[in-house]
């Protein structure tokens, strides 16, 4: 097992006792921690998929069911982890629900995707 010390990790390490931050790039400025979950939750297709389409602007729930084909249950459970990870936000109007991508980082990401 190859142990790994901290000029390993490269520029986006810190050899001080202060948290590892990302100086450049698209994660500049976040820790290693929100870093971490933002990536994670992301990384599901269905998830990535669905903040592809938000990635255009806000849409309704009936609007994410058609463009990414499978079950409300099944987007429901996917864009509530999204929003408890901070990466979505909703409005409800009337009875309809509407999400858009909340996290600047994640519009980053998704600008780079085609």
Same mark, same amino acid.
């Not at 929100?34 to 806000?58: F, Q, Y």
């Not at 858009?100 to 994640?106: G, R, W, Y």
């Given at each position: 097992? %190859?142990?790994?010390? &901290?000029?390993?990790?490269?520029? =986006?390490?810190?050899? %001080? ?7 450049? =790039? !698209?994660? @500049? ?5 929100? @870093?971490?979950?933002? !990536?994670?939750?992301?990384? *599901? ?25 499978? %079950? ?5 459970? *996917?864009?509530?982890? !999204? ?10 109007? @009337? &009875?309809?629900? #509407? #999400?858009?991508?909340? &996290?600047? %980082?994640?519009?980053?990401?998704? =600008?780079?995707?085609?």
């Amino acid at each position: 097992m %190859t142990m790994l010390n &901290n000029s390993s990790f490269g520029a =986006g390490h810190s050899s %001080t006792n202060d948290p590892c931050m990302f100086r450049h =790039g !698209l994660l @500049a400025g976040s820790d290693l921690e929100e @870093a971490s979950r933002s !990536l994670k939750a992301i990384s *599901h297709p269905l998830r990535l998929n669905i903040l592809c389409v938000l990635g255009n602007g806000e849409l309704s729930v009936q609007d994410i069911l058609d463009s990414v084909g499978t %079950t409300q249950s099944n987007v429901s459970q *996917h864009l509530c982890l !999204l929003k408890d990870k901070g990466i979505v936000e909703s409005r409800k109007d @009337a &009875n309809r629900v #509407y #999400y858009s991508i909340k &996290n600047e %980082t994640v519009k980053q990401i998704l =600008g780079n995707v085609e």
